[in-house]
């Protein structure tokens, strides 16, 4: 039960201060941190994965699913509900994440890696071809609504950062405390050793298709966010690249630490905006160099720094 | 039957392309361990290079003998090799041989990143062009079509490579040392074998083979930035059908998709762009590690 309330209290502390934060910071940085904490419930996806063993290439294909969701319903369906656009989007990557989910669950490091992969560049292949969605173009998203307040200008962004951090804080909360139930476990013990899993009696392919499932409901939250932050969706959300950097953030995290994964995830978008303004041309080598030394330094990422101590001792 | 020779010509032609652009690919998996996630980058350099050699060779007098500016493309990819070759695999990858093969990907990931802003540094973003070594062998009549003459060149030269690479494996004694450090690295190092140097050798020759593919596909194109990125794509589908490390495989999944999507541009355009996902997935359905595949001990 400590446990538990140790959960509960961490939870307050970072919603009251990313409230308290949301509050005092000016719209651009507003902004970055929304798309930063949306995208970082992506990596999330990837480091669930992680825990077992499994890095997926083609989170990129739930992120993509989620932003067209809340593309298609605001200008098909003139839905605008936040809510609502949440709700749809989570069963929606539930559905295709449970048909991809135990087929990919046979599939180990780099092949799993490549298959997930292909699907998203399959689904970005079919939205570049769809001229009724847009084609390459994409689409734009109108304005969220909050169950029937409808914001405008910096209201608007406001909401939209809170009604993320209420989102990032909870899932927090829940993915931490199924780290440390029986099936988190057990996914810590297929990264280690998957046959001796097998042998005690623990279904291995059961694990990967439950966290491939619960990474695509998490692409698609941050999927949906992303896409009504910018206001607009395009094939982009699906391309490797895009992957990529999902992929970067979770190492840059590792598999350690929850609230690692979203102090990556800002980083990456500062780092991205900064370079963008300073180093135009180069802001691509400069996230390469620094993807390096990461690498190079903390091999378990972010996370190890403040986890350490509780690894060596177990 | 018309439609199925052009299907199959067309589908020779992109399949022999593909080849030369994954082979080297699957060989420095196949030696090192490493998916080198930067290859796209090292064919984009090659292409560069090529095209800046060429036209340099061109501008000084080139016109005399154009035949040269091949000797030019295959000598622009050597340099490519020989200068960058050495730096990453010493410099870089050298320390990640005994980690996850997941981490390989995320350092070439890194080195792909850094490879990409430094040809747009380099060459700058306007597109190169250089026209003048696909012109030169002329039109070819094959049944009721022309085709360009330098396109079965590069069958004929992926054919050459290919043959040339499973020439040194199989039948030179480098070649048989360099599978025995791929089969065991520890008990070919305890025989003798310097491994570090077999090592930047397999990664040398992948780099040539990525910068050569750039090179032969330069005067196809326009050089511009990102043309790296698909074929990375592309070259991974390839050698994961034939399964990871081998060259045979590399040649039958790169004629596979090939003939796939020539079949497919004519057939159905609109499955054009993710054919070459579809053939992938179909083959992981059957032979989830690919068609040709190296036994692997099981750790308990």
Known sequence: MKALSDIRVASLLALALLIGGGLALPDWALFLMTIGLAKALVSLGIVVQMRAGLVSFGQGLFFCIGAYVAGLMANFAGLTDIFVLTGISVLACLAIGGIFGPLLANYRGIFFAMLSLSLSMILYGILSKMNSLGGTDGLNVAAPTFAGYAPEGRALSLSLYLYTSFIVVAIGAILRTGFDSQHGLVSLAVRSNELRVEYLGASVRRTNAINYVISAMLGGIGGVITGLAIGHVDPEYAYWTTSGEFVFVAILAGYLSIPAVFVASIILELVRSFSNLYFPNTWQMVLGVFLLVIILTLPNGLGSLFHRRREGGS | ?300
């Open chain 2, 1 to 300: 039957m018309d439609l199925f020779l052009v299907i199959l010509v067309d589908g020779l032609i992109y399949g022999a392309w593909l080849f030369i652009v994954s082979v080297g690919l699957t060989l420095v998996f196949g030696v090192l361990g490493i998916l080198n996630l930067a290859h796209g980058s090292l064919y984009a350099i090659g292409a560069y290079s090529t095209a800046t050699a060429v036209g340099i060779y061109f501008a000084y007098g080139g016109d005399a003998f154009p035949l040269g500016s091949y000797a030019v493309m295959a000598l622009a990819a050597l340099l490519v090799a020989v200068v960058i070759a050495p730096l990453l695999e010493r410099g870089l990858l050298r320390h990640f041989y005994h980690r996850d093969e997941v981490i390989g990907v995320l350092v070439t990931y890194g080195v792909f990143l850094i490879l990409e802003d430094a040809i747009k540094l380099i060459w700058g973003v306007d597109p190169l062009f250089v026209y003048e070594p696909y012109d030169l062998l002329g039109m070819v009549e094959a049944g009721p079509l022309f085709y360009v003459a330098y396109d079965f060149l590069v069958i004929a030269v992926s054919a050459v490579a290919g043959f040339a690479v499973w020439y040194f494996l199989n039948r030179t004694r480098r070649g048989k040392v360099m599978l025995a450090v791929i089969h065991d690295r520890e008990m070919s190092q305890t025989m003798g074998v310097n491994v570090d140097k077999v090592f930047l050798l397999a990664f040398g020759a992948g780099v040539f083979l990525a910068a050569f593919g750039g090179a032969l596909t330069a005067p196809m194109i326009s050089v511009s930035p990102g043309i790296g990125v698909n074929v990375i794509i592309v070259a991974f589908a390839v050698i994961i059908i034939g399964g990871l490390g081998s060259i045979e495989g590399a040649a039958l999944g790169a004629v596979m998709v090939g003939i796939s999507r020539a079949a497919s541009v004519h057939l159905m355009p609109e499955l054009e762009l993710f054919i070459i996902y579809f053939v992938m997935a179909v083959v992981l359905i059957f032979r989830p590690e690919g068609i040709f595949v190296r036994t692997q001990t099981r750790k308990i």
